[in-house]
C-alpha cells in the first residue's frame, strides 16, 4: 500500500524542494555496529545466517522509520506503508545476481525465504535489477572489506533516486567485542542526518535483542 504525501500540510516541505534542486542529492554516512549478539546467535543456531538475519533486522528498522519509507514520485511524494529488501548476491564465478526478499513480521520466517532467495539466485544466469519497484531498500555486502566510507555507482545524476542503499562490510574485533562498518545512502530531499541516527540507533538495539525477536 502507498499514498501521497500532502506536501502542503509537510513539515518538510522547504527542505525538500530545497534538495530536490541539487544535482547530487544523496549523501552517505558509515557506522561501525557491534554486531556480537548476532555471532552469539549464529553460534547457538546456525540457521541464523549472517547476511539474512542482518537483513532483516535492518530492514525492520527502516520499516519503523516514516523516512525511510518515502519515495519520490513525479513532482510528489509518497510513503509506502511497509518497504522490501533486495540485494546483490555473489555467485561461484564471481558474477552477481539480484535477489528480492518480502518483509515479515518474523525474523526467522524471513531469513528462511532469503535464505531460499539467495540460493535461488545463485542457481540461475538472469540479471534482473527490477528498476521498476521503489518499495525497496538495496542492500550489500563487501565481507572482505572493513571499510570506513562506500560510494555508489549511480547510472544517472541520482536527483529522482530515492531508494535508500545499505551496505555490510567486514566484521572484525574490537575491545572484545565483534563490529561491522555499515554505509547507509539517502536522498536529501526526503532523509536528513537525524533520521540516519534514528537509523543507527534503531538497528543497533534490534541486533541487541536478537535473541527476542527470533522468533
Given at each position: 500500500m502507498e499514498h501521497?504525501?500532502?506536501?502542503?500540510?509537510?513539515?518538510?516541505?522547504a527542505h525538500y524542494e530545497f534538495f530536490r534542486e541539487y544535482e547530487h542529492p544523496a549523501f552517505n554516512v558509515t557506522v561501525d555496529v557491534d554486531v556480537s549478539a548476532l555471532e552469539a546467535l549464529r553460534a547457538r543456531d546456525p540457521s541464523a545466517r549472517f547476511f539474512a538475519?542482518?537483513?532483516?533486522?535492518?530492514?525492520?528498522?527502516c520499516n519503523a522509520l516514516e523516512p525511510f519509507r518515502l519515495r519520490l514520485r513525479g513532482d510528489g511524494v509518497i510513503e509506502h506503508s511497509v518497504i522490501h529488501g533486495g540485494s546483490t548476491v555473489l555467485r561461484e564465478d564471481g558474477t552477481f545476481g539480484f535477489g528480492y526478499?518480502?518483509?515479515?513480521?518474523?525474523l526467522k520466517d524471513f531469513v528462511?525465504?532469503?535464505v531460499a532467495e539467495l540460493e535461488r539466485v545463485r542457481s540461475v544466469r538472469d540479471f534482473d535489477p527490477h528498476h521498476d519497484r521503489d518499495d525497496l531498500v538495496?542492500?550489500?555486502?563487501?565481507?572482505?572489506?572493513?571499510?570506513?566510507s562506500f560510494q555508489h555507482a549511480r547510472a544517472r545524476?541520482?536527483?529522482?533516486?530515492?531508494?535508500?542503499?545499505?551496505?555490510?562490510?567486514?566484521?572484525?574485533?574490537r575491545g572484545g567485542r565483534q563490529v561491522m562498518p555499515v554505509s547507509v545512502e539517502v536522498h536529501h530531499a526526503l532523509v536528513d542526518?537525524?533520521?540516519?541516527?534514528?537509523?543507527?540507533?534503531?538497528?543497533?538495539?534490534?541486533?541487541?535483542?536478537?535473541?527476542e525477536l527470533w522468533v
Open positions: 501521497p504525501v500532502d506536501l502542503d500540510r509537510w513539515p518538510r516541505r538475519t542482518t537483513l532483516g533486522l535492518a530492514l525492520g528498522a526478499y518480502e518483509h515479515a513480521d518474523s528462511s525465504a532469503t538495496y542492500f550489500t555486502a563487501l565481507p572482505w572489506i572493513a571499510f570506513s545524476s541520482g536527483r529522482e533516486d530515492s531508494i535508500p542503499r545499505v551496505v555490510f562490510g567486514k566484521r572484525h574485533e542526518g537525524l533520521h540516519l541516527g534514528q537509523f543507527y540507533e534503531t538497528f543497533q538495539q534490534r541486533i541487541d535483542r536478537v535473541d
